[in-house]
């Protein structure tokens, strides 16, 4: 009975340990997180681009250029366009935890052109019918999101190219 007993309190004291471990290590981990990082790298609603020394990048394919902005939707829809030619890019929309919640590229992109909406639901009701038609309007039921914007650059022939298009994307309110 005697080590049942043991086993028992050695059981929930063990538990107590890991549980305060787990909480004095949140705030370590939470400054690694994503959505930390691109929050110290730029104001909101506007297009960072990474350099190669950045970590988001360091997980990336080498052939392909990332920048990101974040914004929030408690005020105002945001529209994210672009202009230019590249051989390839895509759009991911993250909310804050970094759960992708959209996806496009320049594929399934009406035109193959960047001209994109996001709103939460309350908003979209208002602006749906101002927008234009080609305009993907995607809505999202999140306060803060960001997006990771990436572009394939073949080889260095193209760093204007990808350069400009970058230099061409707003990710601003609707109506600034």
């Known amino acids: 009975m005697f080590r049942v007993l043991y086993a028992i309190v050695l059981g929930l004291l063990g538990g107590v340990i890991i549980h305060i471990c787990v909480l ?16 110290q790298s730029s104001p909101p609603y506007r297009l960072q681009t990474l350099d190669l020394e950045n970590p988001i990048m360091k997980t990336s394919d080498s052939l392909f250029r990332l920048a990101t902005c974040y914004f929030h939707l408690t005020d105002e829809p945001v529209h994210i366009t672009a202009r230019g030619h590249v051989p390839f890019w895509s759009l991911s929309l993250y909310n804050a935890m970094g759960i992708n919640v959209y996806s496009i590229n320049n594929y399934t992109a009406p035109n193959g052109v960047l001209d994109m909406v996001v709103s939460a639901p309350i908003q979209a009701t208002v602006f749906k019918k101002s927008i234009h ?8 039921n999140t306060e803060n999101a960001f997006l990771i914007l990436r572009v394939f650059r073949p080889s260095s022939d193209w760093d204007k190219r990808v350069a400009a298009f970058f230099a ?4 601003k309110r609707i109506n600034d």
């Open 133 to 140: 038609m080609d305009t993907v309007l995607t809505v999202q």
């Open 24 to 39: 004095l290590l949140i705030s370590h981990y939470t400054r690694k997180s994503i959505w930390f990082q691109i929050l």
């Open 168 to 171: 061409s994307v707003n990710c």
